[in-house]
């Protein structure tokens, strides 16, 4: 997702988009350990382009799927 340019309102739509999405995957844990690399690498680089839609999403998340599996995606941002 690109949310360089981008409107909170159209964010938050892309967001929902990427749950919906995600609860369609039958394999939620790979796509849990992509996006956490991928954040990591982000965070890292400071190439992310919205920390707080970053958080925004990790939110999303852990309302979708639970604490326990976004525990790594958590804990990079109290890390920091």
Do not use: H, P, W
């Not at 996006?35 to 925004?56: D, H, V």
Request: proline share 0%; glycine share 2%; with cysteine.
């Amino acid at each position: 997702y690109r949310i360089k340019g981008k409107n909170d309102s159209q964010i938050e739509d892309d967001f929902n988009d990427i749950i919906s999405i995600l609860r369609c995957l039958s394999n939620k844990i790979l796509f849990l350990n992509r996006y956490n690399k991928l954040l990591s690498s982000r965070i890292l680089n400071k190439s992310t382009a919205n920390l707080s839609a970053e958080k925004l999403l990790v939110t999303k998340l852990r309302s979708e799927l639970g604490n326990q599996l976004v525990q790594k995606m958590t804990s990079i941002f109290e890390d920091m």
